[in-house]
């Protein structure tokens, strides 16, 4: 069944709609990025640069870092986005957009986020990496989608009563990443732990400047979660979209953040550029091994 025009949108040169990309300008290792302005920060160690564009806030380079294709995109922020980049990347190798037809061979993209996020947890201080091994959606983006298969029941009933999480609120899903991407990407000084993606900077992730909050000791209570070792280590804005959406298509991915503030106790990465700087190589190296 081809699908429409209204459904799956094309710009006149046959590029994707909103990242403005023809299957050719992609490697199957892709980086996403937030910030448009880092696109380069990963770039500029590439050997070879083949492409680049930018539409809106989703700037795309492909090229090669030690001889590896890689295709770094900034994501822009929130899981809105992520809605986006991923179904489009995901339509650049998998739907024919000439016939508009899926494909009958899938091809699998390898997705590494590398992100800032704050931590939750004492213990994991700031400048720290974090690999997310799961993500708890507090956004609800990916309920508009079939995700029985995806989630954690168990973990997500045992949050809901930790945190008496209200019923007007979106349903917390848990996901577990996949263990290919996330094998390539660990080492001794990369923290694991289980990160929390809200829709909001402020509110949704209990920042309070003129608005109170619909629970004040929200945050506090997500802090405490443990779930047989299980804790939320993290808060940030892409996480769950991007473990949830590639399950659901079909690809691998792996989310590394700097944690550049710790909520529980105060602290601001006095250098947060170092810390990103540092990731980017280490990612950049983990990728090309
Ligand atoms: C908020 O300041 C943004 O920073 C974090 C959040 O997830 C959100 O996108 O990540 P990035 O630095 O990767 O954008």
């Given at each position: 069944m081809s699908i429409k025009h209204s459904e799956l949108i094309l710009n006149p040169d046959g590029s994707i709609y909103h990242?403005?990309?023809?299957?050719?300008?992609?490697?199957?290792d892709i980086i996403f990025v937030g910030?448009?302005?880092r696109v380069d920060k990963v770039t500029k160690?590439?050997?070879?640069?083949e492409f680049t564009t930018q539409k809106r806030e989703f700037k795309t380079t492909t090229g090669t870092y030690k001889g590896k294709r890689l295709t770094v995109i900034s994501t822009g922020i929130g899981p809105d986005n992520i809605d986006i980049v991923l179904n489009e990347l995901d339509a650049l190798v998998?739907?024919?957009?000439?016939?508009?037809q899926v494909k009958e061979k899938h091809t699998q993209l390898n997705i590494t986020r590398i992100g800032t996020s704050g931590s939750?947890?004492?213990?994991?201080?700031?400048n720290s990496f974090l690999l997310s091994s799961h993500s708890i959606d507090?956004?609800?983006?990916?309920?508009?989608?079939?995700?029985e298969e995806i989630a954690h029941q168990e973990i997500e009933e045992a949050f809901i009563k930790h945190t008496n999480?209200?019923?007007?609120?979106?349903y917390p899903l848990v996901i577990a990443n996949g263990k290919s991407l996330e094998e390539r990407l660990l080492s001794e000084k990369v923290f694991t732990g289980m990160t929390a993606t809200a829709g909001g900077f402020y509110g949704p992730q209990g920042?309070?400047?003129r608005l109170p909050l619909q629970d004040a000791e929200l945050n506090n209570k997500i802090d405490s979660f443990n779930h047989n070792g299980i804790r939320v280590t993290n808060l940030e804005m892409e996480t769950s979209a991007i473990y949830g959406l590639s399950k659901l298509l079909g690809h691998n991915a792996a989310s590394i953040n700097a944690?550049?503030?710790?909520r529980a106790n105060g602290t601001f990465s006095e250098d947060p550029g170092k810390v990103v700087a540092d990731l980017i190589i280490y990612t950049l190296d983990k990728l090309a091994e």
């Open positions: 990242l403005n990309l023809r299957p050719e300008h992609i490697a199957t910030d448009q302005y160690h590439f050997d070879t640069i998998n739907i024919d957009l000439e016939t508009r939750l947890q004492a213990d994991i201080p700031v507090l956004n609800g983006m990916l309920l508009s989608y079939q995700v999480w209200s019923k007007r609120k979106s920042r309070v400047l944690l550049i503030a710790n």
